[in-house]
């Protein structure tokens, strides 16, 4: 095998798979490293095997709760999380195959191995040398980590991360998360909908932090007819990890509170795989949160190495990561492409109902002082929903009001993920709430949500 | 057989025609001498006619293209013949599309927020489609977002260059445009037509520019008898309300209006087009001690002869201590330069481009004039108008002349 190449890339995640695919395309002799499975985090333990689980959730609630009134009646129902367990670990599979097939469709050298940077564009993996002509591209993404300062450090059995939760071969009774973010909601949902005792526990003041307000009390309100319980603003102070099981403390306004539960799953934060990749020698800076340093091209501090994905900071998102990717392989080709406009990342979490977003959210949109106008529309009012029996959520467009511009979208749907691209490609293209209404959309959808909540923020919906 | 069709010379000084339209259309069979289509020359519209039979397989060059003598406008072949060699041994005439005139701004007025009775009710802007930067020949590109604001502010998006996909114009081009306008290129607020130049237009533009130096000044002179403006201006003294008016006061806030009734005069050359412009503002010829400074009053058409009065003796007085900032100075659309306190009873001033106009004036003089057949003695002034003939023809500039005239005679024409 040549030692050399255009472009070599460190991690085979969904920002460095993607940039050694666009890196192909573009001509360029691409070597992709990865010390694990192709796809990284997102396909084999994050994004692909979770959907998995949470579609294995959905179909439980349904059969359970709503299927008799849609006029199926399935008798007694039983739950084998082993074979939801089984369903995603086979969706993974497909997909990282998937990825090892793309890197042969375009010519990418995959080098199985840890690899670490040296000066000069040299990348080593297990002894052997390899040099990159035109650039190195790190995309080593993050991992799992326990509150090892609480007494929380990750043991795999009783204080548990997502990489153990994907592989369980039953679900436990009683479960406490750490962390109501994204990951921490959906894995409440699914260990709820399989029987278990979810405690969800969040030190910021809301669960799902980073949406808006509205969406998440939206959300708040369908866990808790779901028997989730939420602590908000509670800060774990103390964990201890018993026999049969482990007792959380935490701190909620100033009242310790004890939470017993078989396991804890740990879904606060991930840890940078920055470490022995051989930064400092390369002269490859960090800033002060412990990202790479990078420029609007993802440039490092280093000539020729360029870092993308979840090491290059926030939001840390697969989506955010492959189009960063596809920009590197650009620029490194010698391309000028257009700078990613990361106050346009959709946000999404795939619980039931979906919670998605982009842009601001009207918090945001106080703190700034903006003069906007707030459009909701709710499907309980939307045909197609109620045919489903999912009317829970809303579409809310935050609108400036001089010019009508789409400040912000929030979502809360049985398919909120599909529907924030409308206001994706809106707020891309720089539309305002009147082209998303001059749209004719199709009816019956949820999609009618959207252009409702447009009209409403301009004092003229029609359904409700 | 193949028969090209070239854009011929349909005059003797003919270098390019622009195609007005096409009389045949792809696919129909055409006979040697038939019409194809119609072309504007130098001089007038002249029919382009088929020079072989067959059927008219392709035309290269639109509807509003304008395209050079002797290059390939269409194709004339029989149905299945092969015309690949005909399209690529001739160079195509490709060329400009043009045409209409395109609205490059909304009138302020309609660009305002409409005062909305709740904050629900506040809709960003009509809803109704509305003319905006819509261009018939040459497309813009912008983003819905950028047209708004830049309808909003009157900035012209022709002159803004997009950072978006394809050359798109976004929101940060037009904010950004907004910050280096006043330096790079002044553009006057309140908005503008550009109208492309027609073939006769651009004839007279080069033909006078080789006759007398790059801008082809003629001059209209005319006497204004101004015993009237005297007493209304006595009269308006006499109140003691607000500042002393000028004569140059008055004749600012006449001109303007004139502007307003003659907008052909309010424009600019700019070189592959008229700027004509919506708005008027006026720059004024001020002497200082190292030279002349031309002080603009914006939006003259809009001001009372009190605010006019008001700005210019602040601008003047400004200009003096040569404070004034370079946005105070450029982007007028007409000036005006007066010599009567020096006694100068007549001049000719020189343009300012690119503006097309500037109006010259003279001292109030008293002189004998004969009015049906009586002798009198009567307060007349001379005004002598600059035009760059490219832009303003003589009867376009005797018209605005004969404006200021009558309104300088009949000071109520003011308030028509």
């Not at chain 2, 002797?70 to 045409?99: F, H, N, Q, W, Y």
């Not at chain 2, 050359?269 to 412009?277: A, E, K, N």
Request: net charge negative.
């Amino acid at each position: 095998m040549s030692k050399t190449f255009d472009i070599i890339i460190l991690g085979g995640g969904p920002a460095g798979y993607v940039c050694a695919i666009r890196a192909g395309q573009l001509g360029l002799n691409t070597a992709l490293v990865e010390r694990g499975k192709l796809g990284g985090v997102c396909v084999n333990v994050g994004c692909i095997p979770s959907k998995a689980l949470l579609h294995s959730a959905y179909v439980a609630n349904l059969v359970q709760h709503d299927a008799k009134k849609l006029g199926v009646s399935v008798g007694d129902v039983s739950l084998d999380f082993a074979a939801a367990i089984k369903h995603s670990r086979q969706v993974s599979e497909q997909n990282s195959k998937g990825v090892g097939f793309l890197m042969k469709k375009h010519g990418v050298t995959v080098i199985e191995g840890s690899g670490t940077i040296g000066t000069g564009r040299t990348v080593t993996v297990d002894g052997t040398t390899y040099t990159a002509e035109k650039a190195v591209v790190l995309a080593t993404g993050t991992r799992v980590k326990g509150l090892p300062q609480v007494g929380l450090e990750l043991d795999g059995k009783t204080v548990i991360s997502t990489d153990e939760a994907l592989f369980l071969e039953k679900v436990p009774s009683s479960v406490a998360i750490v962390g109501a973010g994204a990951v921490g909601c959906e894995f409440a949902d699914i260990f709820n909908a399989f029987g278990a005792k979810v405690t969800l526990i969040e030190m910021l003041p809301q669960i799902l932090p980073l949406e808006d307000a509205e969406a998440a009390d939206a959300l708040r309100k369908v866990y808790k007819k779901r028997k989730i319980d939420m602590l908000v603003s509670a800060k774990v102070s103390k964990g201890v990890v018993g026999d049969d099981g482990v007792t959380i403390t935490v701190e909620v306004d100033g009242k310790a509170k004890e939470i017993k539960a078989d396991m804890v799953l740990m879904a606060a934060g991930r840890a940078l795989n920055l470490e022995d990749i051989g930064l400092e020698g390369a002269g490859v800076e960090r800033d002060e949160r412990g990202f790479v340093k990078v420029d609007e091209h993802l440039k490092t501090t280093a000539e020729g190495v360029y870092a993308i994905g979840d090491i290059a900071g926030p939001p840390m998102l697969a989506h955010k990561g492959s189009r960063e990717g596809v920009l590197v392989a650009e620029v490194v080709a010698g391309r000028a492409p257009h700078p990613i406009k990361y106050d346009n990342v959709p946000s999404v979490t795939y619980c039931h109902p979906e919670v998605a977003s982009i842009g601001l959210t009207e918090e945001q949109c106080k703190e700034q002082e903006l003069d906007y106008v707030v459009g909701r529309f709710p499907f309980s009012a939307n045909g197609r929903a109620r045919a489903a029996m999912e009317t829970d959520g809303f579409v809310k467009i935050i609108r400036g009001k001089r010019y009508g511009e789409i400040l912000g979208a929030h979502v809360v749907a049985s398919h909120a993920s599909e529907l924030i691209h409308e206001l994706a490609v809106a707020r891309e293209n720089e539309y305002t709430v009147e082209e998303i209404d001059l749209a004719v959309h199709a009816h019956p959808t949820l999609s009618e949500a959207v252009a409702e909540a447009a009209l409403d923020s301009l004092g003229r919906v029609l359904h409700t | 057989m193949v028969t090209k069709v070239l854009m011929e010379a349909l005059s003797p000084t003919m270098e390019e025609g622009k195609v007005l339209s096409w009389l045949k259309h792809e696919g129909d069979q055409v006979s040697d001498g038939d019409v194809l289509a119609e072309v504007e020359t130098d001089k007038a519209v002249m029919e382009l006619q088929a020079r072989g039979q067959g059927v008219l397989r392709q035309i290269l060059a639109g509807e509003g293209a304008t395209v050079e003598v002797g290059k390939l406008v269409a194709v004339i072949a029989d149905p299945d013949e092969d015309i690949s060699g005909a399209l690529g041994g001739t160079e195509a005439g490709a060329a400009r599309p043009s045409a209409k005139p395109e609205r490059a701004a909304e009138e302020p007025e309609t660009a305002e927020e409409p005062a909305a009775p709740t904050t629900r009710e506040a809709e960003p802007s009509p809803a109704e489609s509305q003319p905006t930067t819509e261009t018939s020949g040459r497309r813009i590109k912008a983003s819905p977002l950028a047209r708004r604001l830049a309808d909003e502010r009157g900035l012209d998006l022709s002159g803004v260059s997009g950072s978006g996909p394809g050359g798109r114009i976004i929101k940060r081009d037009v904010e950004s445009a907004e910050v280096t306008a006043p330096v790079a290129a002044p553009a006057p607020e309140g908005g503008y037509e550009d109208v492309e130049l027609t073939q006769i237009r651009k004839t007279i533009a080069k033909r006078l520019v080789q006759s007398i130096g790059p801008v082809p000044h003629f001059f209209l002179t005319t006497e204004v008898d101004m015993e009237r403006a005297w007493e209304a201006r006595a009269q308006l003294n006499a109140l003691e309300q607000g500042p002393r008016i000028s004569f140059n006061d008055i004749i600012l806030k006449v001109v303007a209006q004139a502007l307003v009734e003659h907008p052909a005069c309010n424009a600019w050359w700019m070189d592959d087009r008229i700027r004509y412009f919506r708005d008027v503002h006026l720059a004024v010829a001020v002497a200082v001690d190292e030279g002349l400074i031309t002080p603009v009053i914006r939006h003259a058409d809009r001001k009372s002869l009190r605010e006019i009065s008001a700005e210019l003796r602040e601008l003047a007085e400004r200009a003096r201590a040569r404070k004034l900032t370079p946005e105070e100075y450029t982007g007028g659309t007409f000036s005006v330069s007066n010599l009567g306190m020096f006694d100068i009873d007549q001049f000719t001033a020189v343009i300012n481009p690119p503006e097309a106009g500037i109006l010259a004036v003279g001292s109030i003089t008293e002189k004998p004039v004969v009015t049906d057949g009586d002798l009198e003695v009567r307060r007349r002034m001379r005004l002598t108008m600059s035009c760059d003939h490219r832009v303003i023809d003589g009867a376009t500039g005797a018209r605005f002349l004969q404006s200021v005239k009558l309104m300088l005679e009949n000071p109520l024409a003011l308030v028509w």
